[in-house]
């Protein structure tokens, strides 16, 4: 089934859910623990039952399944009372450019000793960023560059040594940190910004490369190859560019690990060996011999435009000052070329983020009206690329540099209560402190995340909030089964990372247990609670890489 185009359809669609979640999440009957959660995690239920329903169709951006979902979380916000949050409106348009690329799709290298197709979907996946129905690099020269990362600060450069323009570099996944263990090296195990996809495929583009490869690996890159193929295939969706984004490359994608293997082979070169030396300092990038790429993509181009949803609860003595709550709506949609059960719900991914913004809004309207503003924002197009919030960050409805702080939720815990709570890319701000405060009336501790490697803290949304400077705080329940144990926990996350994340089978189960959730829920709304009633503007710690831009921006504050 094709994807139904939105152009600023003005009409409400109004969802019949049949009984419609309660509005009274039970907030005041908390005990000392702040351990009392049956409610909330009821209302998590219900709303999370029929967000993640199949008739939402995955809350794919511009389809059917935006309005059904934007326009029942305006309902909820309405009958709880909670006012729009930008200027008038409920809703932020975000023009949208939606590319699908022909997966007949081949990528060939010649060389004058090697030749070799590969095939899109196994063998290799590419896209493009730019906004076109047709783009094609023809023997284009193929160069090795490493980790293709430019850190002046760290006093690295692979591309130092060799000029990339119109040329197709191949790249590794995460950083010579990771690649090393070596805490000396960049973050040592914890990935950078560097070592994210996004950021290599910025930085070719910076540096005039036509097409940019990314080597698969499932350690460094954090997920299966299943992932890559799937997340890259069927529509794909951007913020509109002007220029059409004629600045990035014109290919953008992925090789295998065999591939690269079979490639360098074919150049006389050994992948392994040379993936070694490009973790160390002073690496140069590598021609592969006289190899050259062509690869041809054809794009159906539709522009679109999604929502971001804002509700607000304006501040009674600070209104300017905000704390933001950010949870994205969309998920995957609909993959036509999947058999069987096609539709991807992202019960947990996020449909149980996007409730608990309901649930918060709940909690607090039934306190005191809050000294400063509290806005609850679904953002659209997170699995995009986090264009919603990124869109809202460069558009604000409330200024960057009063707002005070962002709370970021993404994939809540449904297996019940856990004695830990892991703070995403840790040790970055005095949020945490705050949230050390709120876990310890819960009887749980505060914890890093397990595998900083892989980059979470760049991977939803609070990122875009990071990047303008905003005190961001990405935590969510660790994996100490108060009930079950430790290795009862990380098994049910192994489970769903293995066999439900970003798949079709992420759906809603009645059997869920969210208690944990709603204790996490709580700890949010304590220290916004806390924050909203305060002058305090916590900030980032010393050394962090985005205390500089608040630093800046704080000094416009009235
Ligand atoms: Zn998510």
Redesign the pocket.
Known sequence: MGKILLIQVCCIVLVSCGESPSNETDDANSDSTGNSTTSIDQVLHEHVAILASDEFEGRAPATQGEELTINYLREHFEQLGVGPGNGDSYFQPVAVTELTTASDAVLYMQGSDYEASFNYGEEMMVGTQQQLPYVTVQGSEVVFVGYGIVAPERNWDDYAAVDVTDKTVIILVNDPGYATQDDNLFNGNSMTYYGRWTYKYEEAARQGAAAALIVHETGPAGYGWEVVSSSWSGPQIGLEAADLNGDRAEIEGWLTLDSAEAIFDGAGLNYQELKTAAAQPGFEAVPLGDIQASVSIENSVRTSTSQNVIAAIPGTERPAESIIYTA?WDHLGVNPEVEGDNIYNGAA??ATGTAALLVLADMHMQQDPPERTIVFLAVTA??SGLLGSQWYAENPSYPIETTVANINM??LNTFGRMRDVVVVGASSSELENYLEDAASVQDRYVTAEPNPERGYYYR?DHFNFAKVGIPALYAESGEDSIEYGREWGAAQAQDYTDNRYHAPGDEYDPEWDLSGAAEDIRLYFEIATRLANSTDFPEWFEGNEFKAIRDSSSSARP
């Open positions: 994205h991914d996020n997170e699995e993404d994939n939803s």
